[in-house]
T-cell receptor, first 117, second 113 residues
Framework: NAGVMQNPRHLVRRRGQEARLRCSPM?????VYWYRQLPEEGLKFMVY????????ESGMPKERFSAEFPKEGPSILRIQQVVRGDSAAYFC???????????????FGQGTRLTVV | AQSVTQLGSHVSVSEGALVLLRCNYS??????LFWYVQYPNQGLQLLLK??????LVKGINGFEAEFKKSETSFHLTKPSAHMRDAAEYFC???????????FGKGTRLHILP
């Protein structure tokens, strides 16, 4: 069973370009989380999705950021018109339905390090 | 809403000394609590979790944590630090029923030779 797969591991974008970050959850996991990590700031929750549904996007910036988790395929975090302040490590995590295993932990990918130049 | 507070963004201990990383939580209902470790340029790896089965939880790499409801704490300990324990440690909380996992700001553990 492969772990959570994120790609690319490193992404460089010029200001104004779009960044697309992909996350394939573990097999059997229907819940996906995206977190952003800035140096010395820890992990900030961005969005929580289930298949075809956004459950909680309270941590997403109001503009330029969007996320999806389609019925088929990976979850995508999309950042339009990137700015230097978007440079960070973006982590995806997945978990099975909580009804299946109450209190289950989230399993993390290796992250995508976005650098905006 | 639930939250966690980690006291001390940096903690230094000598090799062989006791490791104590502090975490206090806030939750209106009994929570599930986790400790994760992050090595440089890596993702997060689960160390241990509390799911109400036992208040003293043992994890990997010799770490353990004790859930104390009266103190709303879930501190992480290890009797004897090793150089390989140098990493960043995150405390996290979630409620049941599809709630998101909320992380503390992390504590960077430095091991002194």
């Amino acid at each position: 069973n492969a772990g959570v797969m994120q790609n690319p591991r490193h992404l460089v974008r010029r200001r104004g370009q779009e960044a697309r970050l992909r996350c394939s959850p573990m097999k059997g996991h229907s819940h996906v989380y995206w977190y952003r990590q800035l140096p010395e700031e820890g992990l900030k929750f961005m969005v929580y999705l289930q298949k075809e549904n956004i459950i909680d996007e309270s941590g997403m910036p109001k503009e330029r950021f969007s996320a999806e988790f389609p019925k088929e395929g990976p979850s995508i975090l999309r950042i339009q018109q990137v700015v230097r302040g978007d440079s960070a490590a973006y982590f995806c995590a997945s978990s099975p339905p909580s009804e299946a295993i109450p209190g289950t932990e989230a399993f993390f990918g290796q992250g995508t390090r976005l650098t905006v130049v | 809403a639930q939250s966690v507070t980690q006291l001390g963004s940096h903690v230094s201990v000598s090799e062989g000394a006791l490791v104590l990383l502090r975490c206090n939580y806030s939750s209106s209902v009994p929570p599930y609590l986790f400790w994760y470790v992050q090595y440089p340029n890596q993702g997060l790896q689960l160390l241990l979790k509390y799911t109400s089965a036992a208040t003293l939880v043992k994890g990997i790499n010799g770490f353990e944590a004790e859930f104390k409801k009266s103190e709303t704490s879930f501190h992480l300990t290890k009797p004897s630090a090793h150089m390989r324990d140098a990493a960043e440690y995150f405390c996290a909380v979630t409620l049941n029923r599809d709630d998101k996992i909320i992380f503390g700001k992390g504590t960077r553990l430095h091991i002194l030779p």
